[in-house]
């Protein structure tokens, strides 16, 4: 089993919809969250961070589900420059480092 | 500033050549990663600095050699590649090697003839 997996997608959804992904982590022990997106050809950019009690950033909200070990990310008001590769990380802290470990992204497509 | 710099952009190189990929950040980072980044997958993590020193490698071919001249530039030389090294490489920087939040370069796409 991969330590984080993520449906690969692609969605294709219409501008104005609401999408959601999930992203499920093995190590129990984890302890911070992200998702990053990803344009075509682009570096990973941070979109934000996941916390337990859910936070939200505009369009995007996020939700960390520890008993089931899986984060969420929704997407409401869809727009098409939504569309990117959203990649869910997950951290570890082992001997005074961060591991970082990323998901195989999902691939989103808003449509006009 | 909150940027990470690579140059170059682009490199296409052959077999037998040397070639170096560099990495800048001016936002005070003591710590710096090189990725490894192929078509449809996540990055791969290939080294970490923690204040100028290696803190991990993961066991990455010896052809890939980084260096870390001060705090704020990050090298990674290249000799003797092969062509599955084709990939883009990132760099990233965070404000030290226990923190989670880690800021990426635009990347160096390679081509190894």
């Known amino acids: 089993r991969k330590e984080v997996e993520q449906d690969p997608g692609p969605f294709n959804v219409p501008e104005g919809a609401t999408v959601a992904f999930n992203c499920t982590y093995s190590n129990s022990a984890s302890q911070s969250f992200f998702w990053y997106r990803q344009d075509c050809r682009k570096e990973p950019k941070l979109l934000m961070s996941?916390?337990?009690s859910g936070n939200e950033d505009g369009r995007f909200t996020a939700q960390l589900n520890r008993a089931s070990q899986y984060i969420s990310l929704l997407i409401r008001d869809s727009k098409l420059s939504d569309s990117a590769t959203y990649l869910c990380?997950?951290?570890?802290?082992?001997?005074?480092?961060?591991?970082?470990?990323f998901g195989t992204g999902t691939k989103l497509q808003v449509i006009p | 500033d909150t940027e990470v710099t690579q140059t170059p952009k682009h490199l296409v190189m052959g077999m037998t050549n040397k070639k170096s990929l560099k990495c800048e950040q001016h936002m005070g980072h003591r710590a710096m990663y090189w990725y490894k980044q192929k078509a449809k997958k996540p990055p791969e993590l290939m080294f970490v600095?923690?204040?100028?020193?290696?803190?991990i490698n993961e066991s990455v071919p010896s052809r890939f050699s980084p260096e870390c001249p001060n705090s704020s530039l990050l090298n990674l030389h290249l000799h003797a590649l092969q062509p599955e090294d084709s990939a883009l490489y990132l760099c990233?920087?965070?404000?030290?090697?226990?923190?989670?939040?880690?800021?990426f370069g635009p990347g160096t796409r390679l081509t190894v003839l």
């Open positions: 996941v916390y337990s």
């Open positions: 990233a920087s965070s404000q030290d090697r226990g923190a989670a939040k880690q800021f």
């Open positions: 600095y923690s204040y100028e020193k290696l803190s």
């Open positions: 990380v997950v951290n570890s802290y082992s001997g005074g480092y961060q591991k970082v470990t």
